[in-house]
């Protein structure tokens, strides 16, 4: 059980996956996770070693654990790997047993909000993704090629 007295055991029903995946598209190349792997950096991090340029996290994060910690999490993992990350949450409530936070995100690399949906908005987002920029932010401040594990 969380705090805020909701309590989901997602292994129950889930399996975690075997590979780390990319999908190189004309967009870039795109790094694939869920929700629950947002709590786990490593997993991105091989993402990024696999030519990832784009991060996407589609999720239903809860509302009490998405309003603790989703929008740091996902910073994290923008600032950490240098990466945009595209997180799309589900927002409302479900089953009436959880409600989810919402507050889809489009975040930069150098870890800026860039779109962000509020708790309830359902739609279709967009914003300008540059990777010319993120190659230029990763020359000139080389974090990842410094990383010793």
């Not at 292994?11 to 004309?26: D, H, L, N, R």
């Not at 889809?104 to 800026?112: E, Q, T, V, Y």
């Not at 909000?113 to 932010?137: N, P």
């Amino acid at each position: 059980m969380c705090q805020g007295g909701e309590s989901h055991l997602e292994s129950a029903i889930f399996a975690p996956g075997q590979e780390v995946i990319t999908a190189k598209t004309a967009l870039a190349n795109i790094g694939l996770s869920i929700c629950y792997d947002l709590r786990f950096p490593e997993l991105f991090r091989q993402l990024v070693g696999a030519g990832a340029q784009l991060l996407t996290v589609p999720a239903a994060f809860t509302y009490v654990s998405g309003e603790a910690h989703w929008h740091t999490l996902l910073r994290a993992r923008a600032i950490e790997n240098q990466c945009y990350v595209l997180a799309a949450n589900q927002c409302g409530q479900h089953h009436h047993k959880f409600k989810t936070y919402g507050h889809s995100l489009i975040i930069d690399p150098w870890g800026k909000v860039l779109v962000e949906a509020d708790e309830q908005q359902e739609g279709v987002f967009s914003a300008e993704i540059d990777l010319d920029q993120q190659e230029q932010l990763r020359r000139f401040f080389p974090v990842l090629e410094y990383r010793l594990l």
